[in-house]
């Protein structure tokens, strides 16, 4: 076996706020990317929701910032299927800072659809472990999402 095989990998890809109304576009970059989407839910998250899928940037300067954006709005979240998935998502996206990814990468998916530092369109896990720890966070039957039922908020019917 030769170490420079592809691997066939699952990534967690999530639409952040800022990005939810390029929903279809987005998918659409999936879609062309050969990348499969094996799982796809809309929600929002709470704010402990978002304080622990970003526990890991806990203390940061951006952390506050963050948890409140993340919690403002609309997400995404979607499992994704393919060889190298976590390498090809994140190279899609770009850049972190959407001024260095429209300067950069003015194609991906930051460059064409972020705001700024923080509100940067989309997610991506970095490895398998944030792949696996992210995926059931989000999807397993244990998930520890916590705002989910925020479709029985509506005030018109
Ligand atoms: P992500 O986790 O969302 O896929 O992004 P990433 O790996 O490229 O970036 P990471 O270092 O993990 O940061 C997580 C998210 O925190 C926000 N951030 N804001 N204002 C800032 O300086 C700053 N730095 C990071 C972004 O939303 C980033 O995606
Ligand atoms: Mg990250």
């Known amino acids: ?3 420079f095989q592809n691997i066939k990998e699952k990534t967690f890809a999530m639409i952040k706020p800022d990005a939810y109304i390029h929903i279809g576009k987005i998918i659409s970059i999936i879609e062309r990317s ?3 989407i094996s799982n796809l839910k809309m929600t ?4 402990e929701d978002a ?5 890991e940037h806990k203390g940061k300067p951006f952390y506050d910032g963050l948890v409140n954006f993340m919690s403002s709005d609309l997400i995404v979240g979607m499992e994704l299927v393919g060889d190298n998935a976590i ?15 429209r300067e950069q990468a003015p194609n991906s998916i930051r460059g064409l659809f972020g705001t700024d530092g923080t509100k940067n369109a989309c997610h ?4 398998p472990g944030s ?15 916590k705002t989910q039922a925020f479709f029985n908020q509506c005030t018109c019917c």
């Open 44 to 47: 929002k998250m709470s704010q």
């Open 87 to 101: 390498k090809r998502w994140r190279e899609l996206l770009g850049p972190t800072n959407t001024l260095v990814a």
């Open 1 to 3: 076996r030769s170490k």
């Open 34 to 36: 050969g990348l499969q």
């Open 124 to 127: 991506g896990s970095d490895s």
């Open 131 to 145: 792949a696996f720890r992210e995926l059931n966070f989000f999807f397993a039957k244990t998930s520890k999402l």
């Open 51 to 55: 304080r622990e899928f970003y526990g």
